[in-house]
């Protein structure tokens, strides 16, 4: 009872690891047949489908069912389009982060990235039709879609979020501090646009799909962009003082590059207590939700403590 | 008197230069407006102004005015955006097709391409960017554009026929036709699905944003695809046979490479009569709509006299 009065969302009786499971099936499954119905060249098909049905950690289509269900709504068309377009423009970002012009990797999550398993056209066209396939799948007419103002809504959310004031933009600019003398303001621009922004989006996407108010949205903005910059942070302080064999990858590579990181910038006690601090943000921005948000609060909670 | 009668469209009194000439001054000003306006990191702001900006011909912009106009609408609000939304998914294919690992172009009309103006990071993410620019500018709230249904089915459409299912699955087949043995069905295939589905994307996008109604649309649909086919046929018969001072660029290429065109594989005479036979089509599409659509009728007049 006590337990339960301080903690009135829920969320310490909440079971993520049982929620994350069941949601990645349920994406998975969407994402399967979305892309099989949409699909014409086997060999594009099949470069989409390698990268897209990977091994992904799906947070950004598990934040935006999580959200809908914050304001209320279930696993509706509309939310799971909007939560598969989500996961297929993260996709297609990796598989041109990964090209030799970008950053050059070859293998993600275990396996050899796309351009490796296909060759060089194959990734660039296989990333390009993801990111048409995800618009399609937001605008076409489907059954049970009947607000147009909604879909519009989340289409301008994720084309703006994905574009060059968005995650092509951090990109961008991420590209171009490289090698150069980055202060805390640029270094918190670039992640606010190369991965914060499609983070809000998810969040944002799935209220607005969920039928949320401009309240709700408003709160549920908030809470993502506190949790992207908090995610941001613990990344980078697991690469200082992480378990490598926890984390199934080196550590202290960061230092090594003599990347620009909060630890490197703000010290690593600094970095720990920033972190706490925009996790208590995006946490006390889910309290107009009540239980509805245990969801999100215990993946807000779950980025602090990782240790992956 | 008589030619007026024989020519219903009055195609023969209109001059197609003075208008492609104004069209393309206005739709000049709109991308350079709406760019400027969407843009955040200056380096890709440049990338993206460079190659969107170029002397391109603006064939899908005029196609899409062209349609509406035919239906009975202006140069509004939404008629433009989707002209704009064209022309720039047409630039980001032009970029990522000039790339190293697709056709590794230096020079593209007369300039360097993006990817050796800046580099290949730079030009892929401005093509990617280009691509979530297009439809930003479809989704988001504008001024004077008040039917979410027709933004819908506009995003829906050209989405369509960017991705898999269009420009970018013919452009893989295209690359994995190129050293095989191509029949004739499979030329027509990879040429409806790399560049008819856009042209058709232009017309029919302009006629719903004009308010076409379903038979107009149908009928221009038919237009688009008949002149997008004699487009690339008369292209191959201008690689025989056109004078290389003319079109400012070498002919008999197509020969030399051993690729697959239509008088390669129809003959040459067979390949005149099939465009004059598309553009035959394409007018008699047109017929509905009597002198509101002189400027598609003398486009698809255009491609069949044209010398470059």
């Known amino acids: 009872m006590t337990q339960k009065k301080s903690d009135p969302s829920g969320s310490s009786l909440f079971e ?24 014409a060249s086997s060999r594009l098909f099949e470069a989409m489908h390698y990268s897209l049905m990977g091994s992904g950690k799906r947070l950004r289509p598990v934040l935006c069912i999580a959200a809908a269900e914050a304001v ?4 509706t068309e509309l939310v799971m389009r909007t939560a598969c377009a989500l996961e297929m423009i993260h996709t ?20 050899p990235t796309c351009h490796i398993r296909f060759d060089g056209a194959t990734a660039i066209l296989a990333g390009d039709a993801l990111l048409s396939l995800a618009f399609e799948i937001l605008s076409e007419p489907a059954e049970s879609m009947d607000d147009p ?9 994720i084309a703006h979020a994905s574009g060059n004031r968005g995650m092509a933009g951090g990109q961008m600019l991420d590209v171009g ?18 991965t914060g922004a499609m983070i809000e989006a998810a969040v944002v996407g799935g209220a607005i799909a ?14 993502a962009r506190s949790i992207g910059l908090a995610f941001q942070v613990t990344d980078d302080i697991l690469n200082v003082e992480g378990d490598p064999e926890i984390m199934g990858k080196s550590t202290g590579t960061d230092e090594l590059r003599l990347k620009a990181t909060y630890p490197a910038l703000m010290g690593l006690d600094e970095s720990k207590t920033y972190a706490a601090k925009q996790v208590a943000l995006a946490l006390d921005a889910l309290s107009i939700f009540g239980s509805k948000a245990a969801p999100l609060h215990a993946i807000a909670r779950y980025i602090l403590e990782r240790k992956r």
């Open 16 to 39: 993520l690891g049982a929620y994350l499971d069941q949601k990645r099936r349920v994406i998975d499954e969407r994402l399967h047949t979305l892309l099989t119905d949409h699909c």
């Open 210 to 223: 969920g039928g949320g108010t401009h309240a709700q949205v408003e709160a549920l903005s908030t809470y």
């Open 177 to 194: 501090a490289q090698g150069e003398e980055t202060d805390l303001a640029s270094l918190r621009r670039i992640h606010e646009l190369k």
């Open 92 to 111: 297609y970002s990796l598989i041109h982060d990964d090209l030799p012009a970008m950053d050059d990797d070859d293998m993600r999550r275990g396996s």
């Open 72 to 75: 209320g709504a279930g696993e």
């Open 149 to 157: 103002l909604q879909q519009l809504a989340i289409i301008a959310k």
